[in-house]
């Protein structure tokens, strides 16, 4: 398994100045207590935590390929006294034979951009789906990284990897064919797009 182009994990210092609030956030894409979610490229945890206090007592399910970023989130997990997180080391590709179940919700933050095989990756969500499940993708914009700065540094993707709104709609209706139900800026440089199966 190899990661995702240029999907490493931030640091939380810059990650905060750019999710001050990461729980409001995951509330605004329609994350509601008692549901079921997949985050794809979970990383350390820094929305699998919140989302796992938001749907309690609802499961998350949170998949990536570095074991030592799941041990991280684990921890995190056990320090903040929250057990509803199930860690996957699997590739994202996988979904459907590593989830014990359908989902209601599979978030992918931030890694989108970087996958080579988008088409059977959304593929793969839309299989891991329960019956009117959502996809929820958040993509950095797609503006020269020398405009999305943090702490006076530019950050994310580079530009060829970046895709405007229109693009990633394409991407995952041709796909799968998803419905977009939602379109939420998220400032300063980010959208959500939300899909129905």
Known sequence: MTRFQHTAQPDWDWWGRLW???????RAL????G???AEVGCGNG?????????VDPGTVYALDIDQSLLDELADLAAL??????????????ELTRQLPEPVDCVVIANTFHGVSDQTGLVRAAFDALAPDGRLVLVNWHDEP????????????PPGDLRMSPAETESAVVEAAGFTLSEHVELPPYHYALVFER
């Open 20 to 26: 001050p609030a990461p729980g409001e956030t995951l």
């Open 30 to 33: 329609g994350i509601r207590e």
């Open 35 to 37: 549901t079921t979610v």
């Open 46 to 54: 820094y929305f699998a935590l919140p989302a796992a206090r938001i």
């Open 80 to 93: 903040q006294e929250i057990e509803n997180i199930e860690s996957l080391c699997c590739d994202a590709r």
């Open 145 to 156: 990284s020398e405009q999305t700065t943090v702490a006076g540094q530019p950050r994310g």
